[in-house]
């Protein structure tokens, strides 16, 4: 297909290459450096999307980052398909293929658009007043319609298969914005030494210099001089420079997130470069040089395609060498559309008519264009754009009423100013002021390091932002120590300098008219939404955002903003301050999930901690759980064993011989200096001072309101040396607990804390056989229970290999824990694999171990308890030091409520009928006759098959349990209800004689 | 102080094979080396300021009292991890704990060698590669030659030691080892950039 629309010798692309594309299954060929908007443009394209709400046709109203309508789905295969591209941004490749969004069944005849035609019914705040009643058809009907309707494009339905990397980087001057301004400001700066940065969203740098065919720098077109002047920066060892990088957020502390786009313009991206790069900058000081946007005029049925900002069409013209239509009418009320103009005709592009708002404007623009012969019409207004699918007339009246004349045309520019861009100061907590002379809001209050230069600021003029761009740069390095440089500012010899414009509805889309004058092109938001929204009570500008969504799509209203709150002002009767601005926030275009991911996705998604013992169990077939980070061995089935038939079987081995545990998750502290005896007072209920070393005992520790926190067996190695454990999953918190502690209630103690939970993998061996298990491997350690008894400790070697070696039991049956030094944990366990084979012992999992626990009524602190739950609550009140005269949570324990009667109680339940089994977390009743709601006085808290009791066992918290013994309570279920026994919580070996056994 | 971890029953060669974690892993990336460096003897050694000389001499390096610096010597390197926080790391497989167990001032040594694994990361784009993860500023200006951080990477902590200009040295818990290893292979496919 021939580029109709390609002017010979106008243009950048020169010399490139051809790029074939497709959209809507169509075949194109572009060139390289084009983006698919210029593209499309040059082969007469500009119907390319239907908007959100009416599905009205739609063309492209920029060049750039601002664009509202020309959204398309890009898709490289199945798994890459990307919705609400900018067809703007999005550079052409060789193969691109694009869909049109928001349409069926095609873009040229959309069902959709008949809400256009019943766009009564979706006036602004439809939303809030449609889908009130019936209140039914809110689920089955308005919801899932809505659903659908929302967003635009479509999602991949499959993994994402790029990655994404993340960078943290540092710098003394970061410059947003790679324009004259951003430019001149980093070169001030760099010169000087100091690290500086600068990024700029586009391929190319040079902003407005892209279409700015006036500007001339050095002796040399704006744009090369550009190009001259990052090559230059590039190469200096002191810049980095980031083109196709967006500053999407302003973050405190003059942190700043930005992202940088590395394979989304190749053909091809290597398998290795990621797709897209977060750079998160801590910079010294911020330069904020983000420029200006055009606005469009607003009036009747300016969307239509071919209708655009007169900026768009010069930067097609003079950067793509792409003229927008053959016979174009401009529209503005400001100079800049005239250098527009001016370009178009000198590229041989006929000008209907040019309509100026303004009575009397003077100029040398003006006196060019109508030196060139181009009709300039004062004080008229373009009242209307005619055609559907294109723009083909516009329609002329004097502003102030009159006879109405209708020119055809093949495009439309228009310009009503320029808004400088203060996302990024705004988001920085800076406060705009707003300037009535030039009616725009510029930085006022700075709340960070930050200054900004160039158009984003107001400055008109390209001499003035290279003045103050190139100064703030010298600052900015000279406010983080630099020394003074030799100065070479640019030095300019020509530039274009406009301002001014106007702000709100154009004439005939005023109050009391109800065409479609679009403010908000993404959202679809007339300037008579805007009114409505204020007569029906919305006065604030939020409000009248949130009311009519306007400013609320995805570009952030860049183009719609300001005429969207000069008309709310306007309506309101009140000046434009006193309305206000609404906020930015981050991001300022839209960011992809997977930059913000980055790395953490598969196995970086979270830490996955194994212990040293972990490839022992898979190789010997156990099923993991996920404990915390943990991967713990759940149960190791044999052949044709399910878990149920393992874990019996793992139960029944370790009370008749011993099983193997691997316990190393558990959380270890050593405590250590000569008040170590005295902390351990104040943090556990439990006395200390007087544990022998050599001895152990169970702890538990309270937060300050009296409930159970954690609990663990602690063991003294010396006077002044404690090995204490906590759950596997409280292990980080429980340090930081005693640490906060520490530093903040009892820094007077001579003690300190370190975390040895992974100096030290932990091997339980328990059962009738531990003893004989471990005892040939063990040197320097008397194994006698006279020598060794039950709750004891003692240093030696097992297998040549220093050990802490613990007596100790969480299955009630005699047992040690070894802990060896972690590199040893492996080998260590396979000797005692070894030994135990003799003894016919097995490895049992975490579920066994809560079984066994269960059977001895032993609790597990978040399962057992919640939180609300006191020692004697729990049945613990022996391990309360009743003489002590302080620990953390002795008043908590002492408060009314903690001490009053009827608490829950953990209780042992047994169900009448013993084979079944309880569901924990189920509710418990005492009659369940009673209507519904049931008054619940309890609920399970652990319930298992126990293969040693022949029977179901539970624990349950349960209103006064403890007076209930040999009560019959109720576990209501949907198909049944159980009756339960309330019994004490020991269900095997009352007497404990089996520790010793 | 400290006998009853530091003492020593009579030397007897283990039975047990030392399987460290991640033993021998390597990666080599454009201008970024990973691999996962031998068993090191380490403690966490806690003290007020009145002890310092006389850990030091025991030690036989000056502990260093400035923030984010290390001193080394003899294969032996102290970290300062805070006010009274050192790692203290011996290469020698001259074992730091026994030394602190003969001191009487007031202090805590427990013995870590087991807790962490470290891992080299080496060449040009080195600090690119832990920058992936790790907020500070690893400009030489920053943290220059020695200096040493308990930082995170990613979603764990680390110690991070520099031992050369384009060289580090990452500590980390055992169990996060395999993370940590992981992280930096996938940041060191993208530091060269």
Redesign the interface.
């Known amino acids: 297909m021939i580029e109709a629309f390609r002017i010979p010798g106008a243009g950048r692309l020169k010399q490139a290459k051809t790029a074939r594309f497709s959209f809507d299954g169509q075949a194109y060929a572009g060139v390289e450096g084009d983006t698919l908007a210029s593209a499309l443009l040059a082969n007469g394209v500009h119907l390319v999307g239907r908007s959100f709400k009416y599905h009205r046709p739609r063309g492209f109203l920029s060049a750039g980052a601002e664009e509202p309508n020309a959204l398309v789905q890009i898709e490289r295969d199945a798994a890459r398909k990307t919705p609400n591209v900018r067809a703007t941004v999005q550079e052409l490749y060789d193969g691109l293929t694009a869909q049109s969004q928001n349409r069926w069944p095609s873009l040229s005849f959309d069902v959709g658009a008949v809400n256009d035609i019943a766009s009564p019914l979706f006036s602004a705040g439809f939303y809030y007043k449609t889908f009130m009643w019936p209140k039914s058809a809110w689920k089955n009907l308005y919801e899932p319609k809505i659903r659908a309707a929302a967003g635009l494009g479509v999602a991949p339905d499959q993994p994402d298969p790029d ?1 994404y ?6 710098c003394d001057v970061l410059v947003l914005g790679g324009g004259a301004a951003g430019i001149a400001a980093a070169l001030a700066a760099a010169e000087t030494g100091v ?1 500086v940065m600068l990024a700029d969203e586009q391929a190319d740098f040079g902003g407005s210099l892209r279409f700015e065919s006036g500007a001339r720098i050095e002796g040399q077109d704006g744009f090369a001089w550009a190009q001259a002047a990052v090559a230059k920066l590039r190469a200096m060892d002191n810049v980095r420079v980031l083109s196709r990088t967006t500053a999407f957020g302003y973050y405190a502390q003059n942190f700043v997130g930005l992202v940088e786009r ?1 394979g989304d313009h190749l053909q091809k991206p290597g398998r ?3 797709r897209e ?1 977060l750079w ?1 900058v ?1 910079a010294k000081r911020v330069v904020l040089a983000t420029g200006a946007i055009e606005r469009h005029m607003v009036f009747a049925d300016n969307d239509r395609p071919g209708v655009m900002l007169a900026s768009a069409a010069r930067t097609y013209l003079n950067h793509y060498g792409v003229a927008v239509g053959k016979n174009v009418g401009v529209y503005t009320a400001n100079d800049s559309a005239y250098a527009a103009a001016i370009d178009l005709k000198k590229a041989g592009v006929n000008v209907a008519a040019i309509v100026d708002l303004r009575d009397n404007p003077t100029g040398p623009v003006i006196n060019e264009a109508r030196a060139l012969g181009m009709e300039v019409n004062f004080g008229r207004a373009v009242i209307r754009a005619g055609g559907k699918l294109r723009v083909s007339s516009m329609t002329v009246q004097p502003k102030n009423g009159g006879g109405e004349r209708t020119i055809p045309v093949d495009a439309i520019l228009m310009s009503a100013g320029w808004t400088p861009s203060v996302h990024l100061f705004s988001q920085s907590r800076g406060k705009v002021a707003f300037n009535d002379e030039t009616k725009r809001f510029v930085p006022g209050t700075y709340a960070q390091d930050c200054i900004s230069v160039g158009a984003c600021n107001g400055t008109d003029g390209l001499m003035a932002t290279i003045d103050e761009a190139y100064a703030a740069g010298t600052k900015a390095a000279k406010d983080v120590g630099a020394k003074a440089a030799k100065s070479t500012k640019p030095k300019i010899d020509a530039s274009e300098s406009w301002s001014r414009g106007m702000l709100g509805a154009a004439p005939g889309a005023g109050p009391g008219t109800t065409v479609k004058a679009f403010v908000d092109f993404q959202n679809d938001v007339t300037a008579k939404d805007i009114r409505q929204a204020v007569h029906e009570g919305m006065h604030s500008i939020e409000h009248v955002k949130r009311f009519t969504t306007n400013g609320m799509a995805t570009d952030q209203g860049k183009t719609s903003n300001m005429h969207g709150l000069a008309i709310a002002a306007e309506t309101l009767g009140k000046p434009i301050p006193q309305v206000g601005l609404t906020t930015f926030r981050a991001p300022y275009t839209p960011v992809t999930f997977g930059s913000i991911v980055g ?2 996705r598969g ?2 998604f ?7 013992i972990q490839p022992w169990a898979e190789a010997h077939g156990a099923v993991f759980e996920d404990v915390g980070q ?1 991967k713990r061995a759940w149960y190791f089935p044999k052949p044709g064993e399910d878990m149920h038939a393992a874990v019996d079987r793992e139960c029944v081995t370790v009370r008749t011989t011993a099983g193997l545990f691997d316990a190393s998750t558990l959380g270890k502290i ?1 405590v ?3 008040d170590a005896a005295k902390f351990m007072e104040l943090l556990y209920t439990n006395p200390w001072e007087k544990l022998e ?1 050599g001895r152990c005992r169970y702890g538990i520790m309270l937060r300050e309101d009296g409930f159970i926190y954690d609990d663990g067996v602690v063991g003294r ?2 006077p ?2 404690f090995h204490v454990t906590t759950t596997t999953g409280g292990a980080p918190r429980v340090m930081n607990h005693m640490e906060d502690y520490f530093q903040t209630e009892f820094p007077h103690l ?3 804390l ?7 993998a932990v091997i339980a061996v328990q059962g009738p056989k531990s003893r004989e298990i471990i005892a040939p491997l063990v ?2 350690i008397d194994m006698s229970d006279e020598a060794l008894p039950h709750m004891s400790v003692r ?8 050990t802490r070696l613990f007596r100790m039991s969480f299955t009630g049956e005699r047992g040690f824990e070894v802990n ?5 944990g ?3 366990w396979e ?1 005692l694999w070894a030994e135990g084979q003799k003894h016919g012992a097995g490895a049992y999992g975490t579920e066994a171990m809560h079984v066994l626990r269960a059977e001895k009524g032993y609790i597990i602190v978040g399962q057992d308890t919640d939180g609300t739950v006191t020692p004697n609550d729990a049945g613990l009140d022996w391990a309360v030091g009743k003489k002590k005269a302080d620990f953390v949570g002795i008043r908590g324990m002492a408060r009314p409520d903690l001490v009053a009667k009827g608490r829950k109680q953990l209780v042992g339940l047994k169900t009448k009928d013993p084979k079944v089994v309880l569901e924990e977390g189920a509710q418990i009743v005492g009659d369940p006759k009673q209507a519904i709601p049931m008054k619940m006085i309890g609920h399970v808290t652990s319930s298992y098959w126990s293969q040693n009791c022949g029977r179901s066992i539970a624990l349950a918290l349960v209103a006064g349990g403890r007076d209930r013994m040999g009560e019959t309570l109720y576990v209501p279920m949907p198909d049944k209800v159980i009756e339960v026994e309330v019994t004490g919580m020991v269900f095997f070996d009352e007497k404990g004689e089996r520790l010793n056994g | ?5 530091a ?1 020593k ?2 030397a ?10 991640l033993a021998g892993q390597e990666l080599s990336a454009t201008g970024v080396k990973l691999a996962v460096l031998p ?1 090191a003897e380490r403690i ?1 050694l ?1 003290a ?1 300021e009145a002890s310092v000389a006389a850990l030091s001499k025991a030690l036989g390096v000056t502990l260093p009292r400035k923030p984010k610096t290390s001193v080394a010597k003899a294969g032996r390197t102290a970290l300062w991890l805070g006010p ?1 926080e050192w790692l203290v790391l011996d290469q020698a497989a001259k074992d730091p704990l026994a030394d602190c167990a003969k001191v009487t001032a ?1 202090h ?9 694994v470290a891992i080299a990361v080496t060449g040009p784009a080195a600090a ?1 590669t832990i ?7 690893l ?1 030489l200006d ?1 943290f220059p030659v020695g200096a040493a951080s308990r930082t995170i990477l ?3 902590e680390i110690v991070l030691l520099r031992t050369a200009a384009d060289a580090f040295r990452v500590e980390c ?4 080892s ?2 940590v290893f ?2 930096l292979s ?2 060191a ?2 530091a060269a ?1």
């Open positions: 990655h990397s993340a960078r943290f980087a540092h690290r590395i290795d470069l990621p790069r998160q801590r790395h953490a196995e970086l979270d830490p996955t901690r194994k212990t040293a943990w050593e250590v200096g000569p070393p190695l010396a002044d040396r001579n003690v300190w370190t975390s040895i939970t992974e100096q030290w040197e320097g240093e030696g070697k097992i297998c040549g290999v220093p060896v030094p972690a590199d040893y492996q080998a260590v000797a | 102080m400290a006998k009853a971890a003492k029953t009579a007897v060669t283990p039975s047990a094979e030392r399987r460290p974690a068993p966490s806690r007020p009274d007031l805590s040594a427990v013995g870590i060698s087991n807790r962490n690119a920058n992936a993860g790790c907020p500070q500023d400009s920053a990613g979603k764990v818990w055992r169990s996060f395999d993370y992981t992280f996938e940041a496919r993208d950039a």
